[in-house]
Every structure is written in C-alpha cells, then in structure tokens.
C-alpha cells in the first residue's frame, strides 16, 4: 500500500490552499524516499514535478487547481489514497534538446510536451531542416516551429493547427508556427527514433529562441533534438486516463 507522499505546488492561492490540507493529512516525505509525488497546480506544475523526479522512477498524480489543467486529475482532494492505488499509468517519453547558441555555448534540456523555436524580432526566422542527417527543408520562412510528443500534441502543437497524436504511437509532430514560405507546408509526422536538427540561416539579424517546457535559450544558431531515454510515470484517475482525453479531443468542436 502507497503510503509516502512528496506534495508541491504552484503559487496560486487555491493551490497552496489543498497542498496545506494535504499536508496536514498525510504528511510531507522528502522526494527521494517517496512512493509518489502529488503536483497540485495546472500543467506546468506536473511537468515541475516530472522535471525533479528525473533521475528517479517515482510516478506522479496531478490534482487540478490551475486553469487548464489538460495533464490533472479532478480537484477534489477526498479519497486522495484510494483513487491514488486505483488510478490508470501512463508512460510519458520525454524529448532532448540540445541547443548551442551564438557564443558557441551548448545548453542541454528535458521537454516533456514540445521543443518550440520562435523568432526573436519582428523580421521572421529562416530554418534550414535535417531529419537523420539529410537535409529535408532548405529554408522554412516563419515565426517558428516546434517538435511535439504525443502528450504534448493537444498543449501548443494543437494551438499551432499540429496533429494530435495517440499516446501510444512512437511518432512526433513536426509543425510549423504561422510558415510564409513554403506557404502550405502544414508539418510532418516522425518516428520517435528520428533526430532532428534544425539550423538557423541568418541569425544575426534574425535571431530565434529554443525552449524546451518552459527552458529557453535565447540566440540558437542550431537545435538537435531526439528522443530522451528517460522515461516517467502519470497517474491518471480510473476511466479518465490521457489516451481518453486525447481521443475526447479529436472530437471536440
């Protein structure tokens, strides 16, 4: 029986608010000696506690006190054990980012949702794009462009008209953010296995920012992106799991 509990939480009051009722009920049990870890908050906050829990194997159960909360469970704190011991897993594949900037500098990074590149001023960027080391796109002209897993393709990757992917596919969304030129390139569907890098042509006067989640590196003159071989663990309550949210969402108006 689940018994050990790390709780955080965003900011919010309400967030703050369930994560002190919590606590007075079960406790706090530092990170690395817990069963699970209890994110209470919206979307960013999960993805927070995915992020910290890195180098462990500890599952995470969202509850829902953000405003979108695509990633959470209900708000409702009663019968947190139960529904805990009963909840639906998900294994989630994060991507690597791997981003040198300007100065010839390297940043390394973990997104769990999507590696988006966007235009720094108001002239667009110009990208240059290689899938496995062949170049498939000499020159995409746009405000950006983005690499979405399948439990990000409902967060930006949706916003920006990408695909949704089922969460059990081994494929990623490659979608660009408002393209002029090819002007009807609408993105491409990858295998998980592909590595991506894109370069960006004319950095100086058009400078372009790689963020992974909510890591940005701002002046990129190249971003390598593959799958990551960490993998973390979601709980979902029992009959809402993400892969019903996912297909929920393809049918939503």
């Known amino acids: 029986m689940l018994s050990k509990f790390h709780f955080l939480s965003s900011s919010s009051p309400e967030a703050e608010k369930a994560y002190n009722a919590l606590l007075s009920t079960f406790g706090q049990t530092e990170l690395e000696n817990a069963d699970v870890i209890v994110a209470i908050g919206g979307d960013g906050t999960l993805l927070n506690a995915l992020r910290k829990s890195e180098g462990r194997n500890i599952p995470v159960y969202g509850i829902n006190r953000g405003s979108v909360g695509f990633l959470m469970n209900a708000p409702q704190l009663e019968n947190l054990l139960e529904k805990i011991e009963q909840a639906e897993s998900v294994t989630i594949h994060p991507l690597a980012m791997k ?53 990000g393709s409902t967060a930006y990757n949706l916003s920006a008209h990408g695909p949704i992917l089922p969460l059990k596919s081994e494929i990623l969304a490659l979608t660009p953010i408002s393209a002029f030129r090819p002007r009807r390139w609408r993105g491409a569907l990858l295998p998980s296995s592909a590595k991506i890098r894109f370069d960006i042509l004319d950095f100086e006067d058009r400078p372009v920012s790689a963020t ?8 990129v003159v190249s971003v390598e992106i593959s799958q990551s071989p960490i993998t973390k663990t ?18 939503a108006w």
């Open 234 to 251: 979601v709980l979902f309550d029992k009959g809402h799991s993400l892969e019903e949210r996912i297909l929920k969402e393809q049918f």
């Open 99 to 151: 981003a040198t900037d300007i100065h010839g500098k390297t940043f390394e990074a973990v997104a769990f949702n999507e590696v988006s590149l966007l235009r720094q001023v108001r002239q667009a960027a110009k990208i240059s794009i290689s899938i496995d080391n062949i170049v498939r796109m000499d020159e995409l002209i746009c405000d950006g462009v983005m690499v979405a897993t399948p439990a």
């Open 212 to 219: 992974a989640d909510e890591v940005e590196i701002r002046d």
